[in-house]
């Protein structure tokens, strides 16, 4: 069951990337994000959230939230994320392939943030790990 609570967003991801066709190969990048944390003072999570065909409103514990993190649960369905930005921002609809990730993290809180987030199974109903945050 998803329940509100309170608590700190800290991000840690790396990246890495492997080129073997660069001159003197292998060519490897490795981007540390650091740690940004999100001073959360209350977030929604579902580890397990239906996106169904015709579409599933997130429900937000505040009206913008600054962190976001949805992944396609999927093996084979995709997900189309529809995501309306704060003032100033035009939505933006994508899909995630199978097992895809979408992540808007912004620990200051001074961009636009989301007001808005629907998810939508193209074919069937997707399921999405889904934590958002204010």
């Given at each position: 069951?998803?329940?509100?609570?309170?608590?700190?967003?800290?991000?840690?991801?790396?990246?890495?990337?492997?080129?073997?066709?660069?001159?003197?190969?292998?060519?490897?990048?490795?981007?540390?994000?650091?740690?940004?944390?999100?001073?959360?003072?209350?977030?929604?999570?579902?580890?397990?959230?239906?996106?169904?065909?015709?579409?599933?409103?997130?429900?937000?514990?505040?009206?913008?939230?600054?962190?976001?993190?949805?992944?396609?649960?999927?093996?084979?369905?995709?997900?189309?994320?529809?995501?309306?930005?704060?003032?100033?921002?035009?939505?933006?609809?994508?899909?995630?392939?199978?097992?895809?990730?979408?992540?808007l993290l912004d620990p200051p809180e001074v961009g636009f943030g989301v007001t808005s987030i629907v998810l939508t199974g193209n074919t069937a109903t997707v399921p999405a790990m889904v934590l958002?945050?204010?």
């Amino acid at each position: 069951m998803a329940n509100p609570s309170t608590m700190d967003v800290i991000f840690q991801a790396l990246a890495a990337v492997t080129n073997n066709q660069a001159q003197g190969a292998p060519f490897i990048v490795n981007w540390d994000f650091g740690t940004p944390t999100l001073a959360a003072g209350v977030i929604f999570y579902d580890g397990y959230f239906q996106a169904t065909t015709s579409g599933a409103t997130v429900p937000l514990p505040e009206p913008t939230v600054f962190a976001v993190f949805i992944q396609n649960l999927s093996a084979t369905l995709n997900l189309t994320l529809n995501i309306t930005p704060g003032v100033g921002g035009s939505a933006t609809t994508t899909n995630l392939g199978p097992n895809g990730l979408w992540v808007l993290l912004d620990p200051p809180e001074v961009g636009f943030g989301v007001t808005s987030i629907v998810l939508t199974g193209n074919t069937a109903t997707v399921p999405a790990m889904v934590l958002v945050a204010f």
